[in-house]
């Protein structure tokens, strides 16, 4: 039996943000060209694994760099058994800040200890009733209450967590997750968290849940996806039955709204 392409926030991002060709392009069932893993997505591994796993899946190499050949060797293999490959002088300095960390969290109540890296495999339906196969992975949960990590060198306010969960498939986590755990887990009422943790001094630690607003956007635009999944997937799987940002012709692009009215003044200031 043929595996169903299932859909999950990252793929549904792009399926809305820049169009059903690149959703196809990416999914390892579809496509399958997805872009080479980058330095931040390995840090991003690493920081869970380390948070939320106590460093299970981590493996340490003897070497203060990736530089030598043996070392070189030894991270490529750790990678091909499926680890995360840490220097011995990284892992550390991480040990450290791990530390530090977790005081901050347990400052602001939050304590990691439910399941954690939870596969969600579930069906959500259309507007219209069709089911859709969907996945994800959830950081952590705990019964009904969901919480998912973002880590960086950077301190991030409630405002500035605001633009990126706004500007990356964060935003569309929040209903895609609290759909799978109603499904899976059987509970009606669900929240989610997100905690921005700064993996360098001071360390800090920002939780943020979304307002009635982001929820709703969030859950419109979740379910377009699912309708728009839906659709493209009933035509087949082909390249060809999914189309890029302009399926025919040439489009005709016009200046943002502002854009005019600044060279209006311009010229009347000449």
């Known amino acids: 039996m043929t595996e169903t392409p299932r859909l999950s926030a990252s793929i549904a991002q792009k399926l809305l943000t820049e169009c059903p060709l690149s959703a196809w392009s990416a999914h390892r069932l579809l496509g399958n060209n997805r872009p080479k893993t980058t330095d931040s997505q390995r840090a991003g ?60 969290l347990a400052a602001h109540g939050i304590c990691l200890n439910g399941d954690v890296e939870e596969r969600m495999e579930w069906n959500a339906r259309t507007t219209g009733g ?31 967590a605001a633009g990126l969960i706004a500007k990356s498939h964060s935003l569309l986590q929040d209903a895609a997750y609290k759909s799978a755990v109603r499904a899976k887990h059987g509970y009606e009422e669900c929240q989610m968290r997100f905690i921005f943790v700064q993996t360098c001094e001071p360390y800090s630690v920002t939780p943020v849940i979304m307002s009635g607003e982001f929820r709703e956007i969030s859950h419109i635009r979740w379910q377009r996806a699912i309708d728009d999944w839906a659709k493209y997937l009933a035509l087949g799987t082909d390249r060809k039955f999914w189309p890029g940002p302009v399926p025919e012709g040439c489009a005709t692009v016009h200046p943002p709204g502002w854009m005019m009215s600044v060279e209006l003044e311009e010229e009347a200031m000449r």
């Not at 043996?70 to 791990?98: C, F, L, N, Y």
């Open 130 to 160: 069709e089911e859709v196969a969907c996945s994800g992975f959830i950081d952590h949960r705990q019964g009904s209450f969901i919480d998912d990590l973002k880590t960086g060198d950077t301190c991030v306010t409630p405002h500035m």
């Open 45 to 104: 591994r690493l920081w869970h694994a380390a948070l939320l796993e106590g460093g299970a899946g981590i493996e340490v190499i003897d070497c203060d760099s990736f530089r030598s050949k043996a070392a070189r060797e030894a991270r490529d293999k750790a990678e091909h058994d499926g680890k995360i490959p840490v220097t011995s002088a990284k892992w550390d300095s991480m040990q450290h800040a791990v530390f530090h960390i977790h005081d901050e």
